[in-house]
């Protein structure tokens, strides 16, 4: 067995230099390493490209990356929710690649499976296309994508034993595991880690061979986006 653990999330971000191409897993504030992102804000890495589905709002997730203008570039799908993101790529200080959620889901996969390349429907006749190979296959147009290619994908699960198998809890089962196996080296940052042969293998999401590092997060917030609720009646 390849014991996979390192001992803080210092040791985890060791190599990271400016100019890298990160993947980070999470959907909306759902499943986002965010022991990782701290520390690329405490290290003050810059001229960073992510690759996320989401910016984080503006105090937390990517967010707080955006608040020290450490990103230069974002690939992402939604980035609704987060203001200093906006003010960013309307000014022109940040440079956006906006990519259909799916696209960007199968990119992760297609560079985790070591594909370089792969067609889909999505974005075609659009100016997600432009630029881009396309081609007909039984009537129908499709636009020629490629795998991403990144240093680092920094993920965040429920569980994880030492030889770095991941489980993952609702919906934090996003793009985390797409991203798992799809940068050159791994980080998976989970809320409990046990030793190998302790998770039920039937019940893991992600084999440790898709994962480099691993270690024990903490003080995780678990913010909720958007809360709506109404008021009782009678």
């Given at each position: 067995?390849?014991?996979?653990?390192?001992?803080n999330v210092?040791?985890?971000?060791?190599?990271?230099?400016?100019?890298m191409?990160?993947?980070?897993?999470?959907?909306g504030?759902?499943?986002?390493?965010?022991n990782?992102?701290?520390?690329?804000?405490?290290?003050g890495v810059?001229?960073?490209t992510?690759?996320?589905?989401?910016?984080?709002v503006?105090?937390?997730?990517l967010?707080?990356l955006l608040?020290?203008k450490q990103?230069?570039?974002?690939?992402?799908?939604?980035?609704g929710?987060?203001?200093?993101f906006e003010?960013?790529?309307l000014?022109?200080?940040?440079e956006?690649?906006l990519?259909?959620?799916?696209?960007?889901a199968?990119?992760?996969?297609a560079a985790?499976?070591?594909?370089?390349?792969?067609?889909?429907?999505?974005?075609?006749g659009?100016?997600?296309?432009?630029?881009?190979e396309?081609?007909?296959f039984?009537?129908k147009?499709?636009?020629?994508?490629?795998?991403?290619k990144?240093?680092?994908?920094?993920?965040?699960?429920?569980?994880g034993?030492?030889?770095?198998?991941l489980?993952?809890?609702?919906?934090?089962r996003?793009?985390n595991?797409?991203?798992?196996?799809a940068a050159?080296?791994?980080v998976?940052?989970?809320?409990?880690l046990?030793p190998?042969?302790?998770?039920?293998p039937?019940?893991?999401?992600?084999?440790?061979?898709?994962v480099?590092?691993?270690?024990?997060g903490?003080?995780?917030?678990?913010?909720?986006?958007?809360?709506?609720?109404r008021?009782?009646k009678?």
């Amino acid at each position: 067995m390849i014991r996979k653990v390192v001992n803080n999330v210092k040791e985890a971000l060791a190599g990271v230099e400016d100019g890298m191409t990160f993947m980070l897993g999470g959907f909306g504030l759902c499943g986002i390493p965010e022991n990782a992102i701290a520390e690329l804000v405490d290290m003050g890495v810059e001229e960073i490209t992510c690759i996320s589905n989401n910016a984080g709002v503006d105090d937390f997730g990517l967010g707080l990356l955006l608040q020290k203008k450490q990103i230069k570039k974002m690939i992402s799908s939604y980035v609704g929710e987060n203001d200093e993101f906006e003010r960013q790529m309307l000014s022109g200080e940040l440079e956006v690649e906006l990519t259909p959620q799916g696209t960007l889901a199968e990119k992760c996969r297609a560079a985790q499976a070591g594909f370089p390349a792969f067609y889909t429907p999505a974005g075609y006749g659009t100016e997600v296309a432009e630029g881009k190979e396309t081609r007909e296959f039984n009537g129908k147009m499709y636009v020629l994508e490629t795998a991403y290619k990144a240093d680092f994908a920094f993920v965040k699960a429920w569980k994880g034993d030492e030889a770095g198998n991941l489980i993952f809890k609702g919906t934090a089962r996003n793009f985390n595991p797409c991203m798992c196996g799809a940068a050159k080296i791994t980080v998976a940052e989970v809320e409990e880690l046990v030793p190998a042969g302790q998770l039920d293998p039937n019940a893991i999401h992600v084999p440790g061979i898709f994962v480099k590092r691993i270690f024990q997060g903490k003080n995780y917030e678990k913010r909720i986006e958007q809360r709506t609720v109404r008021e009782k009646k009678g």
